[in-house]
């Protein structure tokens, strides 16, 4: 049984965990603050220029890009978004888990995964076929960061290296919530179920200037960028909000512990007080006769 001294270290060591949880919330909060803003700033443009050029692309008549074409090759490349730090609840093997899904439903792929973050390498590189782990210059890769390694992929995809290029991240809903998913980025494709709904929606002629081709092969490599760059906001703000929630959670945990303790402590001395008091009447007592 723990004497009062023993719980006196554990209540003093539990206090200091309670403030290293609240600093750390509290820096994660404002991390995802601006992170925040960041991906639903970003996401509405992304999306609606995805939506053009799928428009765009089904309309216009014969319309080929090398970003649109399915290549006769199994080997695929898969660019995973974890994190560099822990202590950030599920959000790392939640991505693993899924990761290891993806790669059960596609056996027949010969999957290579290059990494940004080293949590998820380190929880599953012995199980896929590992490449290269990207580095910056700080802990957050910038715009221009993210634009290199998408032209990597996209480089090899052009050459034909690879057939396809997917991307594992866990995509930002609230707070308090994300989605970990495998997108597929190269070949970027149309569903021709998708093509019809779009040329009943549009049975008319758009006139274009300059022409449809020019505008899509400007726009194709802008989208798959934006998308790559969006799918890294969306990791790095789902990062920021499950290590907020998981400082949260241990805070919660800390003060409970304390509390559990100190009861503990109090109930130790008061027993103490109560024999030492037993005691002494009990004394005083014998030497009444």
């Known amino acids: 049984m723990a004497n009062i001294k023993d719980l006196k270290k554990k209540i003093k060591s539990t206090k200091g965990t309670l403030k290293i949880t609240k600093a750390m919330k509290l820096v994660s909060a404002a991390k995802l603050n601006k992170a925040q803003i960041r991906i639903l700033g970003l996401r509405p443009y992304s999306t609606e220029l995805e939506s053009t050029v799928r428009t765009v692309s089904a309309l216009a008549q014969n319309y080929s890009n090398n970003y649109f074409q399915v290549k ?17 609840g599920g959000y790392n093997s939640q991505l693993a888990k899924a990761i290891r899904k993806f790669k059960v439903e596609n056996q027949d792929e010969d999957l290579k995964f290059v990494w ?4 998820v390498r380190d929880l599953i590189s012995k199980e896929v076929n590992a490449g290269q782990t990207y580095t910056f210059a700080k802990i957050e890769p910038t715009y221009e960061e993210v634009r290199k390694i998408a032209d990597e992929l996209s480089h090899q995809f052009l050459n034909g290296e690879v057939g396809k290029v997917y991307v594992a991240y866990n995509s930002f809903i609230s707070a308090i919530a994300f989605d970990s998913k495998v997108r597929q980025l190269l070949p970027m494709q149309v569903a021709e179920k998708t093509k019809e709904e779009i040329k009943s929606k549009y049975p008319y002629d758009f006139k274009y200037d300059p022409s449809a081709e020019t505008i899509l092969d400007t726009l194709v490599p802008e989208v798959y960028l934006t998308t790559v760059y969006t799918c890294v906001l969306d990791a790095i703000a789902s990062e920021h909000g499950s290590r907020m929630n998981a400082m949260e959670n241990a805070s919660k945990n800390s003060k409970e512990m304390v509390k559990k303790l100190s009861l503990k402590m109090n109930k130790l001395r008061q027993a103490k007080i109560t024999t030492e008091l037993i005691e002494v009447v009990s004394g005083a007592e014998s030497l009444n006769g």
């Open 116 to 119: 940004i973050g080293k949590k």
């Open 72 to 88: 006769n090759n199994n080997k695929a490349i898969v660019l995973v978004v974890s994190s560099d730090k822990g202590l950030c």
